[in-house]
């Protein structure tokens, strides 16, 4: 039990909340792989664990593709690897509490195959207290590294190896660009691409800024050569990745903005494109001329609501009022009358009043949403929303949030009832979870399908009519051309 922890790097919020106007940095890395290493992982097996949102799926398929470079072989059993990595996600303390449960379960690994390594990065890593408990209390994690140094992994790996060391290794910075690192995805039909990395909207809820540093968009060619090559190799559908999207290039001052990237990749011709996700705040004329003139820009759009209540949204720091937000959907509706719009909702941010949560259910009513994610908040360490004295008691933060969902499950339903008898478009993504015999994909509106037809179509854009609905899925069954 006695490996010694040596801290190569430690975060430090407030270090991550800087915003300088300094330029940022491209690097195109070249990764560097000990020999040494290679030869250890000969034969050996990495698991790997992604919770939270879609910057750590694609942080995850970067990590996934340096450890197939090394010569890792992946494995669905986490008990089975010889490295497990766990990509940990900090937006609320559920989030936080899940990679706990799994960090104390892989005890059992260490007992297993002692020279195994385990390795814990993403969002939380980036949180000065959440290191302190890891370091501390979880002696069975071998390496901590953090959202800015994914390409550090196998010199980590190796050096932990070696000198048979637990290494802590987290920047809190606002980061760069960092180019040319593998990619590995799973999935031979669907890609997600980021535009952008980290955030600078600072909702005074939200830890992402600080865990992902500041803004900093890719350049125009790189997104669009990578575009290029996944219309190539036949991928149907690609979804545009920020968490900010609509806010792309505003960092890079080469005259390059959302509408035309948007624009520029519908016109390579990919079947189907998405991009998430868009504040609000942020849309713009040209967005709404890009989507209307391009018929690949799916009929989708995820538009955060997080609160009906103007006053709300102010002591959130979100820019916007909710008879603006209402403006921009009816604005939506008027480009692209079938869009299916979904959101998210926080409920009970400190002090929220019974009058602020009824402007939620308002907004909740006017809008119809087809889909909502619904969160009761959270305190994060180190944002300002933390340090507001909240007098709300969680009992009535519940019961609101129960109010909340009824309502929202009452249009999710009238939603999927619409569908029944029509015939949809579906991009067919392999067979149903639950049954065997059924295959289930996703509608151009980002609904769910579970239909009866042939397995052969599997990757490919099909017709299905439905013939009946639940509230979060449709069914239905195949039907020709
Ligand atoms: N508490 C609850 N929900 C949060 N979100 C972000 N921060 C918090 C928090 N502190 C929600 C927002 C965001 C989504 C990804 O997570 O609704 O849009
Ligand atoms: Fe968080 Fe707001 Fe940035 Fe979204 S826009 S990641 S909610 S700070």
Redesign the pocket.
């Known amino acids: 039990m006695g490996k010694k922890t040596v801290i190569k790097a430690s975060p430090d919020l407030r270090q991550a909340a800087q915003r300088k106007r300094e330029k940022i940095e491209f690097v195109r890395e070249n990764l560097i792989i000990p020999s040494s290493l290679r030869e250890h992982a000969k034969g050996r097996k990495y698991f790997i664990r992604t919770y939270g949102c879609q910057a750590n799926v694609l942080d995850s398929q970067t990590i996934e593709g340096i450890l197939i470079e090394i010569g890792f072989a992946p494995v669905d059993d986490p008990f089975d690897a010889d490295v497990v990595i766990l990509n940990t996600c900090a937006i609320r303390e559920n989030a936080e509490d899940k990679v706990f449960g799994e960090i104390g379960s892989l005890k059992a690994l260490k007992n297993k195959n002692p020279n195994s390594i385990i390795a814990v990065c993403g969002c939380m890593t980036q949180e000065p207290h959440i290191v302190k408990i890891l370091k501390e209390t979880y002696r069975q994690v071998d390496i901590i590294f953090g959202t800015h140094n994914i390409n550090r992994l196998p010199t980590l790996i190796n050096e932990s190896l070696e000198k048979n060391q637990r290494l802590i290794e987290v920047y809190s910075k606002e980061g760069e660009v960092i180019e040319n690192l593998p990619c590995h995805r799973e999935d031979k039909y669907k890609a997600f691409v980021n535009i952008m990395y980290g955030?600078?909207?600072?909702?005074t809820?939200?830890?992402?800024?600080y865990t992902?540093g500041k803004q900093r968009s890719r350049k125009k060619e790189d997104i669009m050569k990578e575009c290029e090559e996944l219309v190539k190799q036949g991928y149907q559908e690609i979804t545009l990745v920020g968490?900010?999207v609509n806010a792309y290039a505003k960092d890079l001052d080469d005259g390059s903005t959302f509408a035309d990237l948007l624009d520029s990749v519908a016109k390579l011709g990919v079947p189907r494109l998405r991009f998430t996700?868009s504040?609000p705040w942020d849309f713009t004329e040209e967005m709404f001329k890009a989507i209307a003139n391009n018929k690949n820009i799916m009929p989708a759009i995820h538009l955060?609501l997080?609160s009906g209540s103007s006053d709300i949204l102010k002591k959130m720091?979100?820019r916007y009022s909710s008879e603006e937000y209402c403006a921009l959907v009816d604005r939506l509706r008027e480009i692209v009358p079938n869009v299916a719009i979904t959101t998210?909702i926080i409920v009970g941010f400190p002090n929220e009043s019974d009058e602020d949560f009824e402007k939620t259910l308002d907004v909740v009513k006017y809008v119809h949403y087809d889909f909502a994610f619904t969160f009761i908040y959270s305190p994060r360490i180190g944002t300002p929303a933390s340090r507001i004295e909240d007098l709300t008691p969680m009992s009535v933060k519940k019961e609101r949030f129960k109010r909340l969902v009824d309502t929202l499950a009452i249009d999710f339903k009238a939603k999927s009832d619409a569908y029944i008898g029509k015939t949809v478009s579906v991009l067919v993504d392999g067979l149903s979870k639950k049954d065997s015999n059924i295959l289930s994909g996703y509608t151009d509106t980002n609904k769910l399908v579970n239909f009866t037809g042939n397995p052969d179509h599997i990757g490919k854009i099909v017709n299905v009519k439905i013939i009946d609905a639940t509230t979060y899925y449709l069914k239905g069954e195949e039907v020709d051309g």
């Not at 955030?199 to 909702?203: L, S």
């Open positions: 955030c600078d909207k600072f909702c809820y939200c830890i992402v800024p992902r968490q900010n996700t504040h955060p997080q720091g979100r998210d």
